[in-house]
């Protein structure tokens, strides 16, 4: 079965860095284009970065660009999300997706505070 698991997330304060995780499994993850997403409270699910099967292209959010890092390591199915300078308007569940099959599978999504 197509599983996205996800680990890294915690508390951190303000400037400081932290990296996700999400292990994949159950499908092709070399040909599949891989997606972060967050959602805070009360505001809707937005995009925050994107990367391609192979890693050659990137895209991000502006609100995260030159702080947050995508890359991925198609040997261990696993893609990641580096974040620095972490703000605390940066909180929130942070959701990976595999762009797959009709709909795509989003991971269980884990929680980021960005608090002194």
């Known amino acids: 079965q197509v599983q996205l698991v996800e680990s890294g997330g915690g508390l951190v304060q303000p400037g400081g860095s932290l990296r996700l995780s999400c292990a994949a499994s159950?499908?092709?993850?070399?040909?599949?284009?891989m997606r972060w997403y967050r959602q805070a409270p009360g505001k809707e699910r937005e995009l925050v970065a994107g990367i391609s099967s192979a890693g050659s292209d990137t895209n991000y959010a502006d609100s995260v660009k030159g702080r947050f890092t995508i890359s991925r390591d198609n040997a261990k199915n696993t893609v990641y999300l580096q974040m620095n300078s972490l703000k605390p308007e940066d909180t929130a569940v942070y959701y990976c997706?595999?762009?797959?099959?009709?709909?795509?599978?989003w991971g269980q999504g884990t929680q980021v505070t960005v608090s002194s």
């Open positions: 159950g499908f092709t993850f070399s040909s599949c284009p």
């Open positions: 997706k595999a762009v797959f099959a009709r709909y795509g599978y």
